[in-house]
Structure formats: C-alpha cells, structure tokens
C-alpha cells in the first residue's frame, strides 16, 4: 500500500488541540444533597495514579481521536499498488450502421450486444490509452485519446445505432489517421454484424449475434400510361436456411392491394404487382411475417408530385365546403386552370369552356347544366346506393330545406333526388368530370354532419390528378437529397413532423431517419420517401478466420484507491461519537 498525499498527516497535529481542549474542561460538579456534616471528617479514597489517569481519559476522547486519524488517511489518499494487462493503445470501432438495430432472442439489440463487449474488452485493459469509433456511411469519433476509462465507458453507453449505411475500411482508417495513425493504436477491435472484406489483417473483427431476416430491399411505383391506377415492382428478400410463405401489402393511405407467395430459402425476388384502383401519391409496402429488424420490413415511395391539391375556385366563398377540403388533404388555392387538380364553382355559373375535374356547389355550367327555380324539398331519395359517392355517406342524415331545379345532361347519373329535383349527380366527356351538389350549402345541414367531409372526400378521390415525373426510386438515409425544382423553400420536416433547419441559400439535405419527409414550397407540399439501404437488408455471412497479429501486452501498474474505505469509516465514528454524547447528556439530566 502506498500513500498518494503522505502530507495530510501534518494535520494530526489538530489532536493535540483535542487534547488541550479535553483537559481544560471542567471536571466537577454542584449537586444539592440534604447535609454536609455526614462527610466531615472522612478521609478520601486512595487511589493510584495509574487510576487517576484512567478517570481523565474519556471514551468520547478516543472516538474523536479515531475520527480525526480516519478523516487525515482519507486525506492522504491511500492506494493498493497493483499490476494490469496494458497495451501501447487500444481502438474501440462499434459498427453503427442500421443493421445493427435489429433485435435478438434476448431482447438486447445487436448494438447493444457489442456496446457490453466493448465494456467487458475496457475493462482488461484499465491503464491504456483508448479511443472509441462508431462507424457507418457517416462515421462519428464517440471518444479521443486522453480521455479516463470513466468517459469511454459513457461514451459507449450514450451512443445509439444510426439509420446509416455500412462504413468501409478506408474510411476507419482515415479517422484513426485523425487520431494519430494506426501505429498509435496497438490493438484495433471492430464489433460488427458482418465482416469487412478489406479490413487490414491486425484489426480483429468481432461478430455480434446474426439472425434470419426477411426484408424489402426495393420497391417502386409507376403510373398506368392510360391513368387507370400504378403498377408496383418490389424486391424481397429471404435471407434464411427454410421456405417462408410471406405477404406482401402496399397501400397509398386510401387503397390496399396485397401479395401472398412462397419464398425460396437464401433468395431475393421481384414481383410486379398491379394496383388499378390507386390514386394516391404516398405508397408503403411492407412484408409479413415480422422480424428482429423491422425497419426493412416497410419501404417507402412517393410519386414526384405535389401532396396538397390544387384547387381554382369560381364564385363566392364559403368556409364550410373550402373547410371539408381541407379535412380531407392539404389544399392549394390556385389561378390558372392548367395546373388545378380541382376546379370549384360555389353559386356561379361557369364557362362552357370549362375542363378538368369540376364540383359545382349551387352551381351550373353554360350549355351544359342550368339551374331553374328553387323549391321545398322532401324526402331524400338514394337511387344507386352502391355509388362510389356514397362511400361510408348515410344520406339518411341530410337535411334539405330547399334545392333548385336543373337541366342535366342525357347521360348524367343522378345518385340522390327529391322528387323531381336532383340533389346529387355525376357527368363525364371527354373534357370534363362534373360532380354536381344542388343546395345551397346553408340551406342544409351538412356543415355540422360528419358525412359532408366524408362525401367530399369521395369526390376527391376519384380526380385525375396531373401525371408524375418519370422519377422511380427514393432515397436512402444519409444520401444528398436535391429540393432544387419545387420552388421556393418555405420548410422542411422529417417523418415525425419535427422541423429540419437548413441554411440559407443550401439546395440539398441528408436524411437522418426513414419515413415520409414533408418539403413545403410556394408551389405546394412534397413527399419525400426515405428508405433503410438496401445494402443493410443484404445477405450476412459469418466471417472469414483471420490469423490476426497478437497483440503485445504489458504489465502496467495502477494503483486502487482506498479512501473510501477510511472517510466510511470516519462517518461510522462520527456516528457512533454523536450517539454516545446523547446518551451522556441524557443521564446527567436524569442524575439532576
């Protein structure tokens, strides 16, 4: 054992105030007793001086004595001298990529799996200088030389996988180059789900848990030539030993379509999956059943096109219908009408010129459709219930007070009537889709029905929206994305809607997790797919055996602290001092 501060015992010096202090203190005491003349005359006790002395040392004495030694050791800092296992430097490199996200039997994370075995591989070498990498296509230095094993051991447990791609061995050893070169570091230790296939031969590479995966490591969607719905290509993979009967789903957040097959083991397949009904802009496909890295199972894409729709509106406002609209999707309200998904017309008459998708609110078209005099409904009439307008609608909940009446044309299809007034219709040629709604809006009561929003939700529905850019795929996590073409940037979210920060005049952006990210411009809101890279769901075979140089360990010596030990003991006396002090003082009282 040897003493770090040897100098703090100077300060045993204070017990000779102690005992100046403790003999200066009186010893006798008044106490009323009922005569004195049955004391007189008798001789005291004889009494040795060795018991003289006993009298004046006190136990109370003795415990601050040992309080006082106990507190100076903690002071001096005492410390066990041993020797540990030591090296001239040690790298630490922990793969972060998202593969190392996925979930093992145990519970535990491959990433966490190798964060314990970094701990454990810490802990052998306690005195040497040690550095702490977390790689992945973005590599990050988690922890510099310098710093004690107490921050490594931080740095470790703070650290989270990212959603990156795999790194690459130049790129470890351009950041070890950082840190002064691979010759600073003696033994480099790489814990990955994989191995690297040019990784030098002295780093030792050691593999976490791997498991069966089932994956989508593409998909993308494409627009029917003739309008008619998208046609979906999607890759699978089934990267196990056994035949797996898999469901493949894609939805575009209206529509569903699905896929049941039956996958060869250790085999990657692509499927060309029609979706005829689909209108949508957002698609998602995932894969079942479930594993341990749920993130690829579900890929993500997004037609090059704007989210919101476009309407141009004719007329006079009205915040009820312009409400409904919105609840439906986001809403940009436009002048011309060649980029107008949706042409409104509230109580106006349009030109006949007119094309496109078109809604009339108590509205008509010259030459086409005409509204006559209003009169008093009745009873509202469904005359095709299957109609794709009367989706989840209940028209047994409307209230009509009044309604015009309208010349339509021969081949328009009234859904709901009131005698001889329509209430409801649909018309198409080769310009135009016509939905016709006949009241006026505040002579109903629509606006405080929940089958209004859902009535123009099926109107939307079925627009032809203008077609997409020829663009099939999406982007990977990590990877530059341009936002040059969609106009001015007025904000950018990620897919849990939290607001990304770019600076100013910076056209493009890196996407730190997958999802749906959202780009809000002047000329309206973009979808941004981001996908896991394909290249993490890929096939993971076990490591070649590498020979690799062993390392030349050392003895070092550390020292382990024991004050800790002395300033629990200190505590443990001051306790004991402070309960014997009471004890006393409570006696005397009972004496008096």
């Given at each position: ?10 300060l ?5 105030l102690?005992l100046?202090?403790?003999?200066l203190r009186?010893?006798?005491r008044?106490r ?7 004391w ?7 009494q040795s ?5 006993r009298?004046?040392i006190?136990?109370?004495?003795l ?14 800092q005492p ?8 090296l001239?430097?040690?790298?630490i ?19 966490e799996?190798a964060?314990e ?8 070498y306690?005195s040497?200088?040690?550095a ?8 990050a ?6 710093h004690?094993?107490e921050?490594?051991q ?6 989270d ?9 130049a ?9 002064g070169?691979t010759?600073?570091f003696?033994?480099?230790v790489v814990?990955?789900?994989?191995s ?17 995966n ?9 627009e029917?030539?003739d309008?008619?719905g ?7 993979l ?8 898999v469901?493949?789903r894609?939805?575009d ?13 250790s085999?990657?397949e ?11 802009t ?9 594993d341990?890295f749920?993130?690829d ?5 997004s037609?090059?096109r ?5 309407v141009?509106?004719?007329g006079?406002?009205?915040?009820y219908?312009?409400a ?24 106006a008459r349009?030109?006949?010129?007119l ?8 509205a008509?078209?010259e030459?086409l459709?005409?509204?006559g005099?209003?009169l008093p ?11 794709p307008l ?5 028209p ?47 002579q109903?009561?629509?606006p405080?029905t929940?089958?209004f ?10 627009l ?6 020829l ?9 530059p994305?341009?936002l040059?073409?969609?106009?001015s940037?007025?904000g950018?979210y ?8 770019l600076?100013e005049?910076l ?6 997790s997958?999802?749906f ?23 993971r ?9 062993e390392?030349?360990v ?15 003991l200190a505590i443990?006396?001051?306790i004991?001092?402070?309960y ?6 409570s006696?005397?009282r009972?004496?008096?």
């Amino acid at each position: 054992m040897t003493l770090l501060n040897p100098a703090a015992f100077y300060l045993l010096l204070a017990s000779l105030l102690i005992l100046v202090l403790h003999f200066l203190r009186a010893r006798e005491r008044q106490r009323e007793v009922s005569a004195l003349f049955l004391w007189e005359g008798l001789p005291g006790d004889p009494q040795s001086r060795a018991a003289r002395i006993r009298q004046q040392i006190d136990p109370l004495l003795l415990l601050q004595l040992a309080i006082l030694l106990a507190l100076v050791t903690a002071l001096a800092q005492p410390a066990w001298r041993v020797r540990s296992a030591s090296l001239s430097g040690l790298a630490i490199v922990l793969d972060g990529s998202a593969s190392m996200r996925t979930v093992a039997e145990t519970g535990a994370s491959r990433y966490e799996q190798a964060v314990e075995e970094a701990r454990a591989l810490l802990e052998q070498y306690p005195s040497t200088t040690a550095a702490v990498i977390q790689l992945s296509s973005r590599p990050a230095i988690l922890a510099r030389p310098g710093h004690d094993h107490e921050d490594l051991q931080s740095a470790l447990l703070r650290s989270d996988p990212t959603w990156y791609g795999d790194g690459t061995a130049a790129t470890l050893l351009s950041l070890l180059g950082s840190l002064g070169g691979t010759s600073r570091f003696e033994r480099v230790v790489v814990f990955s789900d994989h191995s690297f296939s040019d990784m030098p031969v002295s780093f030792e590479t050691v593999l976490v848990d791997r498991a069966d995966n089932l994956a989508l490591t593409g998909f993308s969607v494409r627009e029917n030539p003739d309008g008619g719905g998208v046609t979906a290509l999607v890759t699978a993979l089934n990267d196990s030993d056994e035949y797996r009967d898999v469901t493949i789903r894609i939805d575009d957040r209206e529509n569903l379509t699905t896929l049941s097959v039956l996958m060869a083991p250790s085999a990657e397949e692509r499927f060309v999956i029609p979706f005829p009904n689909s209108r949508g802009t957002l698609f998602t496909a995932s894969i079942e059943p479930g594993d341990g890295f749920s993130a690829d199972n579900r890929r993500f894409f997004s037609l090059e096109r704007p989210i919101d729709f476009r309407v141009r509106w004719l007329g006079s406002e009205n915040r009820y219908l312009m409400a409904a609209l919105r609840s439906v999707a986001p809403v940009t309200v436009v002048d011309s009408p060649g980029v107008a998904d949706l042409t409104v017309v509230h109580g106006a008459r349009a030109p006949a010129s007119l094309a496109g998708t078109v809604l009339l609110v108590h509205a008509g078209i010259e030459d086409l459709l005409t509204q006559g005099e209003t009169l008093p409904t009745g009873r509202i009439e469904v005359l095709n219930a299957d109609h794709p307008l009367l989706t989840d609608v209940d028209p047994s909940n409307f209230r009509i007070r009044e309604a015009p009446t309208a010349s339509l044309p021969p081949s328009a299809e009234v859904v709901l009537a009131a005698g001889d007034v329509p209430l409801l219709a649909t018309y198409a040629d080769e310009a135009r889709t016509v939905f016709y709604l006949a009241p006026d809006i505040l002579q109903t009561n629509l606006p405080i029905t929940i089958d209004f929003p859902l009535l123009i939700r099926n109107i939307v529905a079925g627009l032809v929206r203008l077609p997409a850019e020829l663009s099939y795929r999406s982007a990977d996590v990590g990877e530059p994305i341009s936002l040059a073409g969609r106009g001015s940037v007025t904000g950018l979210y990620d897919a849990e809607e939290n607001p990304i920060s770019l600076p100013e005049g910076l056209s493009t952006f890196r996407p730190e997790s997958p999802g749906f990210h959202t780009l809000i411009t002047d000329r309206g809101a973009f979808a941004i797919a981001v996908n896991v890279p394909a290249a993490e769901s890929s096939f993971r075979q076990p490591a070649e055996e590498i020979d690799a140089v062993e390392p030349d360990v050392q003895s070092a010596v550390r020292y382990l602290p024991l004050w800790p030990v002395a300033a629990a003991l200190a505590i443990l006396l001051l306790i004991a001092e402070a309960y014997m002090h009471s004890g006393r003082r409570s006696l005397m009282r009972r004496a008096r």
